[in-house]
C-alpha cells in the first residue's frame, strides 16, 4: 500500500514562509513524478509545480518565482519551499504521485493545512 505524508504546514503572517515535506512509501518514487496541488475552500483543486524524475520542475503562474519544488530520492521526499506566502495561499496542499506508466496508480496525500493571515 502505497502512502503519501505530507508535512509541514500550519499558520504563518504573510510575506513569511513554510517548507512542506512529503514522503512517499512508493517504491516507483525514483521513477514518477511528483506534484504539489492545493484547493481553497469553495474552489476546485489546482495545480501549484511538479518535478519529474529527472529533475525537470513546472510551476503555476500564481507561484513563480515564490515558491520551489525540490526531490531528495534518496528519501523518497518531495518538497515545497513557500516564500512571500499572500493570504490568497491558503488552502489544503496536496501532495501526488505520478507514475511512468499510465496503467499504473496515481496516489494522492491527505493533505496539509496551510493558513495565512494579513
Known amino acids: 500500500q502505497v502512502q503519501l505524508v505530507e508535512s509541514g504546514g500550519g499558520l504563518v503572517q504573510a510575506g513569511g514562509s513554510l517548507r512542506l515535506s512529503c514522503a512517499a512509501s512508493a517504491s516507483s518514487f525514483r521513477i514518477s513524478a511528483m506534484g504539489w496541488y492545493r484547493q481553497a475552500p469553495g474552489k476546485q483543486r489546482e495545480l501549484v509545480a511538479t518535478?519529474?524524475?529527472?529533475?525537470?520542475?513546472n510551476y503555476a503562474d500564481f507561484v513563480k518565482g515564490r515558491f520551489t519544488i525540490s526531490r531528495d530520492n534518496a528519501k523518497n521526499t518531495v518538497y515545497l519551499q513557500m516564500n512571500s506566502l499572500k493570504p490568497e495561499d491558503t488552502a489544503v496542499y496536496y501532495c501526488?504521485?505520478?507514475?511512468?506508466?499510465?496503467?499504473?496508480?496515481?496516489?494522492w496525500g491527505q493533505g496539509t493545512q496551510v493558513t495565512v493571515s494579513s
Open positions: 501526488n504521485l505520478r507514475p511512468p506508466v499510465a496503467a499504473w496508480n496515481e496516489y
Open positions: 518535478i519529474t524524475s529527472g529533475g525537470f520542475t
